[in-house]
């Protein structure tokens, strides 16, 4: 008997078909058990394909993506409707807050599911 752990497999891991899988909240793995057990808590195991998610370390990458997506998104928004429209100041002071909650609320979650698809086709942090 050997006490040396399996040889990892080198079996390639598609990136893109796994980042859509990521971005839909779906195992990257078998594209079949879901990816999250609450809002941003992934599953400890996928139910269908057995593959384990609570080793992974996305940290705080997909809140940094989505700052970065948002900047880039809000600010030639505010600055075209600005030049369009006459908003008035307080309005802006409420529009443009709620705005970028909702809209981060919306993406965090499907950018941690791609960082976490990331890592798995890349074989990171535990994946292998």
Known sequence: MSDQPPAPTSEPRPFKPALL???????PA???????ARFLKPVSACSHCSQRWDG????????YIVIL?????????????????????????VLWPTLAAILGLAMIQPA????????????MHGFA
């Open 21 to 27: 899988l990521g971005l839909r909240s779906r195992c």
């Open 30 to 36: 078998c594209g079949e058990g879901k990816l999250f």
């Open 56 to 63: 992974h370390q996305a940290d705080d990458f997909p809140a």
């Open 69 to 93: 997506l948002l900047g880039h998104l809000l600010v030639p928004l505010m600055i075209e409707v600005n030049a369009a429209l006459a908003i008035p100041l307080g309005w802006q002071a």
């Open 112 to 123: 941690k599911g791609a960082v976490l698809a990331f890592q798995w086709s890349r074989r």
